[in-house]
């Protein structure tokens, strides 16, 4: 391999010896320059990292799954702050990591569902954050925080916008601000998608359940008959992206709404809550896409990357924290 050039200047390099552990030092030939050394990590998401690459896939692993931090202490025997450090640092990598490698270019989702994700920050009994999510992909588009009003809602549209005119159906609750929202974010040419409602505040006796029905003119019978087309149920409904908030509750206790621990600050909660949505969506194979034995067993792992055409395989943490991304 030739050496790398310097993730600071651009400069050439030169070999400068090895590290304790190994790891290949450059030095950058270029004297004006201010990092002067590096070694063979730069780039990645093990660079400068305290923790062990063996060492730090557990924590991410384990940490993506729910396993508390304070209970990784004893566990790797580093302390509390060093692995929140750690986990901070390789879960911007990811965040790099799907601006540098994934293309969303190629990608519409067909359906999109948005709801609402209750959590909770130390000191504050205020709820926030919205999801928007792929059902038919089961890839989870965007997940946005911050107070829970209209202008947190609006954020996360705005990072759907660029489907505008594209997707053909939109489910969400009776929050009258959707309405107001799709037609600014997802109409092109006054034509928006369609829109089909499940309102929770209204129960309906006629039907024995809560009250659904289409936006933009649209019945709620011809709704129906799109969610059927999409191989999604029969009725209007934001069941699966109900179910993604449960699975995102056990991947996290600061989610857990029986647990004891909480985030200490909004910002870390959204930080975790992008790490386990790139997992989810990169790594971890998806029971309802891939293929399964006769047993259940899943015998050809997809993941909804995968099945957005971004992959050829499940992704591993490794890999995605051996990428080297320029700076």
Known sequence: MENPICHRCGGKTYKH?????????????????????FNEDYGTGYYNMTLSKKDLNEVIYLFFHGFPIADMVELKEVSEQCIRDALHKAIVHFERFEEFRINYDQYVPEVI?????????????????WIAYDPKRKYIIAIELGKRDVETLERLFRRLARFRGKTKLVLVDGLKSYKRLIKKYLT??????????INK?????????????GLFGISGMHIEQLIRQQGLGNKISTALIECLNRLLRDDSPYLRRRSARKGRGLAWIRLSLQGIRCFRNWCKPHWALSFRSSKNWLKWKITPLMEIGQATHPLSIAEILGTRIPH
């Open 17 to 37: 010896g090895q590290q304790d552990n190994g790891k290949q030092r450059y030095w950058c030939t270029n004297s004006a320059c201010s990092v002067q050394t």
């Open 113 to 129: 569902e948005v709801d609402e994700i209750y959590l909770q920050v130390q000191g504050s009994k205020e709820f926030y954050g």
């Open 188 to 197: 092109k040419n006054g034509h928006p998608p369609a829109v089909g409602v």
């Open 201 to 213: 505040s209204k129960y309906s006796q006629h039907k024995k359940g809560f009250l659904t029905y």
